[in-house]
């Protein structure tokens, strides 16, 4: 964590810094400057346990040993202070700590996106921060490309405890469907991009890539190794990724770690997930072991 990002995060009136939102300049390890957030758990300030009514409340305190920080990931062309993504986050403080934050080239972040390349730096820079907090168990969530990138980071860097993939992709260079084809135009073409920086915010790099990253099934299949638990999400109607994509994810991680759930109705990644949807992947998440 940086100087900005202390400075951002001071404590206030004495609590401790889990129990104080905070936003920060969080910094990869190739130097690349992120907007983060932190939304503070809700069970500490659940009804009837006002500060210093109890031992997970209130200036001074601990943050309970089973409450965990959900660090969340979202999709391509989101960021931070996406409604999407401040739903997300709104919703999952019922049952754990969030550190949201905006991958390079998108919001508030500085850089330009790689498509889930290096953005596996972002996640990590993320749950580094989350462990400044005083956080004994840190959980990733991602969605569509963030839930590519937060395979990849479990299976390259480890220290997490669970990992929940929305939407994700199995392969890259998938082009089978109209969305995907629409992105690949996004992605690889000049005008594409300018379409990207002015009309989605999202700035990307125009460089290829110089070495094919990890795909998602061959990370999937490395979290065994590491013994993470991993739930994967995926709706019938999701018009980017159809369903052998986290079929193949399943099958590469096994069924003895994994869990795979095909949600009926369900479209693609945070904007289209039900708030239902949001609430089961973090009790999964908060209960995993």
Do not use: C
């Amino acid at each position: 964590m940086d100087a900005s990002a202390k400075s951002l995060t001071r404590n206030a009136g004495g609590a401790q810094l889990w129990q104080v939102p905070a936003e920060a300049l969080i910094t990869a390890a190739d130097g690349v400057r992120l907007h983060a957030a932190y939304a503070p758990p809700q069970p500490a300030r659940r009804p009837g346990s006002g500060p210093g009514s109890g031992p997970d409340s209130g200036p001074g305190s601990a943050i309970p040993w089973d409450v965990p920080v959900i660090v969340l990931a979202h999709g391509f062309t989101g960021a931070v202070e996406r409604p999407a993504v401040r739903r997300a986050v709104a919703l999952l403080t019922r049952r754990a700590g969030v550190v949201s934050f905006s991958f390079r080239g998108h919001g508030r972040s500085q850089g330009r996106s790689t498509v889930g390349d290096l953005e596996v730096l972002d996640v990590q820079a993320a749950v580094d921060w989350a462990r400044t907090l005083g956080y004994r168990r840190v959980l990733t969530l991602g969605f569509s490309m963030g839930g590519a990138v937060v395979l990849r980071h479990a299976a390259l860097h480890g220290g997490v405890d669970a990992v929940a993939a929305v939407s994700a992709p199995a392969r890259w260079y998938y082009r089978g469907t109209v969305p995907m084809r629409r992105l690949h135009w996004v992605v690889t073409r000049p005008l594409g991009r300018v379409v990207g920086r002015l009309g989605l915010g999202t700035r990307i790099d125009p460089h290829e890539w110089r070495t094919v990253p990890m795909p998602p099934v061959e990370a999937a299949a490395g979290l065994v190794a590491r013994d993470i638990p991993l739930l994967l999400v995926h709706g019938d109607q999701d018009p980017y990724f159809p369903l052998d994509h986290p079929r193949s994810l399943h099958r590469a991680a096994g069924p003895g770690r994994s869990e795979l759930w095909i949600e009926p109705g369900f479209g693609h990644a945070e904007n289209s997930a039900p708030d239902e949807l949001i609430e089961r992947v973090g009790d999964w998440l908060t209960s995993a072991r």
